[in-house]
């Protein structure tokens, strides 16, 4: 499946954005979800990770308390919901999806990605 993501932009430190990624072809009934980053000359990182079992989305130390993943079935998309943002954010955004609800937070696992959003914040 082709994700698309959308929603990222420029913005001041401590204000928000909400990214978007949906795919219509995906089947959002057994997954994992996670929204990798990069920054320009550093590796990508994941950022947090949902998947279908029901339990509590997982985050990283760096974003954990400002930023909420969540994900609307019905409609395919899934969300990250990105609050009080720091200039350290600023990265290429990626989604990152698999059929089997294991949150890992390594990229190999994922075998559907959308095509990256930027965010930019400035201080």
């Known amino acids: 499946a082709q994700f698309v993501e959308s929603g990222g932009g420029s913005v001041q430190a401590g204000q928000s954005l909400k990214l978007s990624c949906s795919a219509s072809d995906f089947i959002f009934n057994a997954y994992a979800i996670a929204w990798f980053r990069q920054a320009p000359g550093k590796e990508r990182e994941a950022v947090s990770c949902?998947?279908?079992?029901?339990?509590?989305?997982l985050y990283a130390d760096s974003v954990k308390g400002r930023f909420t993943t969540s994900t609307n079935d019905a409609k395919h998309t899934a969300y990250l919901q990105m609050d009080n943002l720091e200039p350290e954010d600023t990265a290429l955004y990626y989604c990152?999806?698999?059929?089997?609800?294991?949150?890992?937070?390594?990229?190999?696992?994922?075998?559907?990605w959308g095509q990256g959003t930027q965010v930019t914040v400035s201080s």
């Open positions: 990152a999806a698999k059929g089997y609800p294991v949150c890992y937070w390594s990229a190999a696992p994922y075998k559907s």
């Open positions: 949902i998947s279908s079992d029901g339990g509590k989305p």
